[in-house]
């Protein structure tokens, strides 16, 4: 199993920046591929970024594309979303998941993942 926690979000004008964390422990994390989705209120959950377990092949939404970075540290078990250029339609709480054996194709699919941590807060004010 894996256990992971989220932090970095806040308050953040327009056009600004923020880098998200997720800590991750339990038994495998370094072969795990690991997602950000984001759920704004009244909306469905939504997919961020991607990244798989060799951290070489990573996938976006198309509302992030250039934007958002997804990156990871195996030896410090974290991934990070680094946002930029943010814009208040980005305002959510970020979640990150993960899961293995999931393919890049199946990358946007939230039901691919097992494991989720319990959110963070972006606000993102115009």
């Known amino acids: 199993q894996v256990q992971l926690v989220e932090s970095g979000g806040r308050l953040v004008q327009a056009g600004g920046s923020l880098r998200l964390s997720c800590a991750a422990s339990?038994?495998?994390?370094?072969?795990?591929?690991l997602g950000w989705f984001r759920q704004a209120p009244g909306r469905e959950r939504e997919f961020v970024a991607a990244?798989?377990?060799?951290?070489?092949?990573?996938t976006y939404a198309d509302s992030v594309k250039g934007r958002f970075t997804i990156s990871r540290d195996n030896v410090k078990n974290t991934v990070f979303l680094q946002m930029n250029s943010l814009k208040p339609e980005d305002t959510a709480v970020y979640y990150c998941?993960?899961?293995?054996?999931?393919?890049?194709?199946?990358?946007?699919?939230?039901?691919?993942?097992?494991?989720w941590g319990q959110g963070t807060q972006v606000t993102v004010s115009s």
């Open positions: 339990g038994r495998t994390f370094t072969n795990y591929a």
């Open positions: 998941a993960a899961d293995a054996w999931v393919e890049a194709k199946d990358y946007q699919f939230e039901e691919k993942y097992r494991h």
């Open positions: 990244i798989n377990w060799r951290g070489d092949i990573t």
